[in-house]
């Protein structure tokens, strides 16, 4: 019973947003890991995606551990969501696009 308490306490606390970056080229990679990449849009080398922390996703992650970086995300003072006008640094904060062109 403890055991099952201690699994709800570790998924509540597991962060709701994963930053991913894409870091080793799945060219002599299997086809499966290709296809995971295309399905998850990482087709260039250090391109950044955020991703839900769903168990289908943490399941397709799983798959390309040894491509990607994964990271929790956070989110800079005064900045509440990800829209057109934010951006995710290599710090895997999101931020406020300053002095955007119009």
Do not use: W, Y
């Amino acid at each position: 019973m403890m055991a099952g308490r201690g699994a709800t306490a570790a998924a509540a606390a597991a962060p709701a947003l994963l930053g991913v970056t894409f870091i080793k080229s799945g060219i002599r990679a299997n086809k499966k890991v290709v296809k995971v990449l295309e399905s998850l849009h990482l087709n260039r080398l250090h391109k950044q995606i955020v991703v839900k922390n769903t168990p289908t996703i943490c399941g397709k992650l799983k798959a390309v551990i040894k491509h990607v970086t994964i990271r929790p995300v956070q989110f800079a003072p005064g900045v509440t969501k990800i829209g057109e006008n934010t951006f995710m640094g290599h710090d895997f904060v999101i931020r406020e696009r300053v002095g955007e062109k119009a």
